[in-house]
């Protein structure tokens, strides 16, 4: 017995030390490999939204007031205040620059509202991790096009300053979710649709609440979800985020708390990431997987809305997989779709490619017949850079492929996460930037070139596509849904 009391406090022990060791190297390495610290990576905004408190806002009404003040406190504490307004020429937090000017004088880090003369639906959008409601503005735009009152929602811990999301829950962005939708059902209309909408974490959101609202008659229910690169599943890594920053409490070790920290020159999305960002995607794809379980061994999935998806097969973050295995064929109900964006596959890129790239989308051309349809958006033929559409309909293995007005612009090898929901002439990300006014900040057509390491921010950074030059293949599926559900 006390060989194996011995064993079993070896075992303890062991098992102790490994955490305690990530989490001492983590820290050790975050506060040489990280620079300083700013205010906006320390200030907490006291304004902030906070679900399950006695205050918390009841109604999205509620909600808005509150952003209203949260942002007034942006302002007074960071901008106003020459202690903490950066000094840095395009710094988001120093109030002359253009990047502050974007931030706060226009409405697109805030929750807003686009209303058509005479409406036939509503929409709920939601962004994601580290965006804002920025994100959704091409999306708002189109519905709104489409007779749809919009609501693009502003997440709690968005929009402001970084430090948001070191105490940021993702129960907080749920609950704001919860009442954003109950207030844009109720602007849809009598016998008009309400659709939901999100970009990564934000369709995460967007389905765990389609979940949810299956049997709960204080939730309206969508008529259909639009997903954007939805965060379905994530790297089984990320479970470390839960201990990461655990001496972040001593401050001697306060960088522990981040990942990166990097400058803010970014109107519309944080570039500092901190580790507690990761712990809540994570722990929201854990609930968001376990309430897809409960409702399937429950028989309660076949009232689920019907779902349109679109994703990168290059993705940084997730993968179609993740989507199919995860969401798509744990579905009965038919009428899905999953729209998957191929690489380059010019013929004078292939070698260039990474096999693994080629591997997957060999995998999905070659799967068993599926219980959604799946439409692959790829070169026409290796030898061409123009484009089309490669359709398999729920159930076959048979191909239709359609012809597309589109091509591969000169140099881009792959779409990815983050370009997904932005327009190619997008202002801020585009690739080809209409610019209008005096405000120009475009960041999706910089061609920054140099030496490795002469930028604080990684020069891969820079050459990452921010938008989308298929954006109407995207346009063309939600309006030939929206014609689709009319005639049901």
């Known amino acids: 017995m006390r060989r194996i009391y011995k064993s079993l406090a070896m075992g303890a022990a062991a098992a102790l030390v490994v955490p305690v060791t990530i989490v001492l190297v983590f820290a050790i390495q975050a506060r040489v490999r990280l620079p300083e610290l700013h205010p906006w990576h320390r200030l907490t905004l006291t304004s902030e939204f906070r679900a399950g408190h006695a205050d918390t806002p009841k109604t999205f009404e509620e909600y808005l007031r509150l952003e209203g003040r949260l942002f007034a406190e942006l302002r007074t504490r960071v901008l106003d205040d020459p202690a903490s307004a950066d000094r840095y020429a395009l710094g988001r937090f120093n109030p002359t620059s253009t990047p502050a000017r974007l931030a706060l004088d226009t409405p697109y880090n805030r929750s807003y509202e686009l209303v058509p003369d005479t409406v036939r639906g509503a929409v709920l959008l939601v962004h994601g991790l580290s965006d804002s409601p920025y994100a959704m503005r091409a999306l708002a735009e189109l519905f709104r096009d489409q007779g749809f009152y919009v609501l693009a929602l502003r997440l709690p811990g968005h929009g402001t300053i970084p430090s948001g999301l070191v105490h940021a829950r993702w129960e907080d962005w749920y609950a704001a979710v919860e009442l954003a939708a109950k207030h844009a059902a109720r602007r849809a209309g009598p016998g008009n649709p309400f659709y939901a909408g999100g970009f990564s ?13 299956q049997g709960d008659p204080t939730l309206p229910s969508p008529t259909r979800l639009i997903l954007l690169s939805p965060a379905i599943g994530i790297s089984k890594a990320a479970v470390l985020t839960k201990i990461l920053s655990g001496l972040s409490f001593i401050p001697y070790f306060e960088k522990s708390n981040w990942i990166d920290v990097l400058p803010e020159y970014d109107p519309y999305k944080y570039n500092s990431f901190p580790v507690n960002a990761g712990r809540q995607i994570h722990e929201l794809t854990r609930e968001l997987d376990r309430t897809l379980t409960a409702k399937s061994d429950a028989g309660q999935l076949s009232e689920m809305p019907r779902i349109l998806a679109f994703q990168s097969l290059v993705d940084a973050t997730i993968t179609a997989h993740e989507i199919i295995n995860g969401l798509l064929t744990r579905l009965p109900a038919p009428g ?120 604080v921010v990684p020069l891969g950074d820079l050459a990452r596509l921010r938008s989308n030059p298929f954006f109407s293949v995207i346009e063309d599926r939600i309006v030939a849904a929206i014609e689709a559900d009319r005639r049901r």
């Open 201 to 213: 974490t934000g369709a995460a959101l967007m389905t765990l609440y389609a979940l949810r609202a």
């Open 336 to 455: 899905n779709e999953l729209v998957v964006f191929d690489i380059n596959r010019s013929e004078a890129l292939k070698d260039l490619i990474e096999p693994s790239r080629v591997a997957e989308y060999e995998h999905l051309r070659e799967a068993p017949a599926l219980p959604f349809r799946l439409t692959l958006i790829s070169n026409r033929e290796p030898t061409s850079q123009e484009i089309a559409a490669f359709t398999r309909e729920a159930g076959t293995r048979d191909v239709t492929e359609t012809e597309l007005p589109l091509r591969w612009p000169r140099g881009v090898l792959s779409l990815g996460h983050v370009a997904l929901p932005f327009r190619v002439d997008d202002p801020v990300y585009g690739l080809e930037p209409i610019l209008v006014g005096r405000l120009e900040h475009p960041l999706g057509s910089l061609t920054v070139r140099g030496e490795a390491g002469t930028l």
